[in-house]
Every structure is written in C-alpha cells, then in structure tokens.
C-alpha cells in the first residue's frame, strides 16, 4: 500500500491549495480516507475525512468551512481543498486510509487509520 500526497507549498494567508492523495494497493472506493497534519512542537491532529461511499465527510473544527474533502474513484485519488489558509494551518498534511467510519470527527484518531503516506509541507505565511 502507498499512499502518496501531494500539492503542499508555501502560500500567503487567504489564499487557497489543493492535496492530492494518490493511493495504490487499495482502493479510496473500498477505504475511510482522512487527512491528518502536524504542526512543529505539536500532535498529528485529524483534518478530514470521507466515507468510502463518498457520501459521508467529516471535519475538525479548525477547518470546517474553509476546507473541502473529495475523491474521484477513478483516479483512486483523495483531494482536500483549503480556502482562506491561515498561519495556523502551516503543518506537515498526511492523508491515511482505514477500515472504519465514525459518526463525530473527534472520533477520528490516528489509531483509526492504518495505512499513511508520507506527507506533504504547508507553510503559509502571514
């Protein structure tokens, strides 16, 4: 299993970035996928995540109504769109994949996820 993330970089705060999460070994249609980032000094903390019918997401406070979720089976690809970035969002994004799905995203801990890619840096600067 690989998950590979991409479209991190260095933004100015407002702005907006697209990741990528490309997955080979399983499928995103078959898989929870969620969006984890960590920030220096700080837990990985859950960003997102979306049902592997793709009719369920879910978001973490901190995000919810800048950031969109998304996937397109066909390209076995996961998406997080974030809008109006903050400082506070700077953090190294990890997209992970797991088996179950929870009802309120404070329930979505690392432990739920068991398979990670290998992440990918935003900084955005004030």
């Known amino acids: 299993v690989q998950l590979q993330a991409s479209g991190g970089g260095l933004v100015q705060a407002a702005d907006s970035l697209r990741l990528s999460c490309t997955a080979s070994?399983?499928?995103?249609?078959?898989?929870?996928m969620g969006w984890f980032r960590e920030a220096p000094g700080k837990e990985r903390e859950f960003v997102a995540a979306i049902k592997w019918s793709g009719d369920s997401t879910s978001y973490a406070d901190s995000v919810k109504g800048r950031s969109t979720i998304s996937k397109d089976d066909s390209k076995n690809t996961v998406y997080l769109q974030m809008n109006s970035l903050l400082p506070a969002d700077t953090a190294v994004y990890y997209c992970?994949?797991?088996?179950?799905?929870?009802?309120?995203?404070?329930?979505?801990?690392?432990?739920?996820?068991?398979?990670w890619g290998q992440g990918t840096q935003v900084t955005v600067s004030s």
């Open positions: 992970a994949a797991g088996t179950k799905w929870y009802e309120t995203h404070n329930q979505f801990s690392q432990a739920a996820f068991r398979s």
């Open positions: 070994g399983l499928l995103v249609s078959e898989r929870a």
